[in-house]
């Protein structure tokens, strides 16, 4: 998917496509220096959801800087972030994947989790991971004819 198009798709935004139109909220760009955006609230609000070092940073301020596990009592600089939906080796590249709110489907969000329980969500996000590729490893061996199996004959 190019640029263009991701930004067209993404659910934050509602921009058509149209040159000389904001990319996110569509409105017309109407100053000579600006050609993305029409204003810094707009490119503000594309890099907080969509860039990683700005997504981090914003979900971090919301949580207030603590752990979002319930009852959790970390100190405020033990925090992390979190992607709800596990980005599986996806890589940390601008995209939709950073949005700090899942959307209506539940992808995508982000959350803020102290070290130890993001080191538990992590793991078990490996565990159902390796789980899966298992449980497909066996139903390709399944479905897979075997061969038939020659017999050798014993020489006296």
Not at 62 to 76: D, F, M, S, V
């Amino acid at each position: 998917m190019t640029l263009v198009e991701e930004r067209i798709s993404c659910p934050l935004g509602t921009w058509s496509g149209e040159p000389g139109k904001c990319q996110l909220c569509n409105q017309f760009i109407e100053s000579t220096r600006r050609r993305t955006w029409c204003s810094n609230k707009c490119a503000r609000e594309w890099q907080r959801n969509h860039i990683w070092r700005f997504a981090r940073s914003a979900a971090k301020r919301r949580a207030k800087y603590r752990c979002q596990e319930l009852g959790c009592t970390a100190e405020r600089r033990d925090c992390e972030v979190n992607h709800i939906s596990a980005r599986n080796g996806g890589g940390y590249g601008p995209g939709c994947h950073h949005h700090l709110n899942p959307d209506k489907n539940g992808v995508g969000g982000l959350e803020v989790l102290c070290r130890a329980h993001h080191a538990t969500v992590t793991a078990a996000q490996a565990k159902a991971r390796a789980a899966a590729r298992a449980k497909s490893k066996a139903t390709e061996t399944k479905t897979k004819k075997s061969k038939p199996v020659k017999k050798l004959k014993k020489r006296l």
